[in-house]
T-cell receptor
Framework: AQKVTQAQTEISVVEKEDVTLDCVYETRDTTYYLFWYKQPPSGELVFLIR??????QNEISGRYSWNFQKSTSSFNFTITASQVVDSAVYFCALLNNDMRFGAGTRLTVKP | DGGITQSPKYLFRKEGQNVTLSCEQNLNHDAMYWYRQDPGQGLRLIYYSQIVNDFQKGDIAEGYSVSREKKESFPLTVTSAQKNPTAFYLCASSTLPGDRVRYEQYFGPGTRLTVT
């Protein structure tokens, strides 16, 4: 069975702090994709990143970085120097034949 | 512009009525999906379709029905059999999951359904 766990329900930080959102997944498949999405208050899901199971290179995009470790089945997301505009719910997802989502982490960045 | 449209953004219905949510995409994607999101929760898959005139149940299909008569359209009907229909409904489309090199999935803006 496929499953995605985001253990942090809510995180609150002060602007300019770094914050890491955790994602742990379960799958028996050797080929799969992992995703992170951002959901602002408007509700629409915004795609952030996709990684395939064969590429464990960490990725950095501006203030965002992702750490994919197959050994621990984790795909964590770090925001460096957080800003108020980063406040949103963030979802991790696992794709094989269909896409399974974690419950989400609500990030609040206070000024 | 390519994208996914869902209408309306807000929908109100009386208990016992069926209601149909629309989802249209012009991305030429083969696969389309419906997800339900409840407050403070993640997205749960209701139905998905990878080809016209064919669709598969997701985790919470009971009380819902879909059709896929055209590649661009995947309407979802919330029937009176659905016990707790009030939720936020998101439609998505994608290239086929088997196309792992070019796989992409996009979401529509969502429809917030309230049943009283």
């Amino acid at each position: 069975a496929q499953k995605v766990t985001q253990a942090q329900t809510e995180i609150s930080v002060v602007e300019k702090e770094d914050v890491t959102l955790d994602c742990v997944y379960e799958t028996r498949d050797t080929t799969y994709y992992l995703f992170w999405y951002k959901q602002p208050p408007s509700g629409e899901l915004v795609f952030l990143i996709r990684r395939n199971s064969f590429d464990e290179q960490n990725e950095i995009s501006g203030r965002y970085s992702w750490n994919f470790q197959k050994s621990t089945s984790s795909f964590n997301f770090t925001i460096t120097a957080s800003q108020v505009v980063d406040s949103a719910v963030y979802f991790c997802a696992l794709l094989n034949n269909d896409m399974r989502f974690g419950a989400g982490t609500r990030l609040t960045v206070k000024p | 512009d390519g994208g996914i449209t869902q209408s309306p953004k807000y929908l109100f219905r009386k208990e016992g009525q069926n209601v149909t949510l629309s989802c249209e995409q012009n991305l030429n994607h083969d696969a389309m999906y419906w997800y339900r999101q409840d407050p403070g929760q993640g997205l749960r898959l209701i139905y998905y379709s990878q080809i016209v005139n064919d669709f598969q149940k997701g985790d919470i299909a009971e009380g819902y029905s879909v059709s896929r008569e055209k590649k661009e359209s995947f309407p979802l009907t919330v029937t009176s059999a659905q016990k707790n229909p009030t939720a936020f409904y998101l439609c998505a489309s994608s290239t086929l999951p088997g196309d792992r090199v070019r796989y992409e999935q996009y979401f529509g803006p969502g429809t917030r359904l309230t049943v009283t």
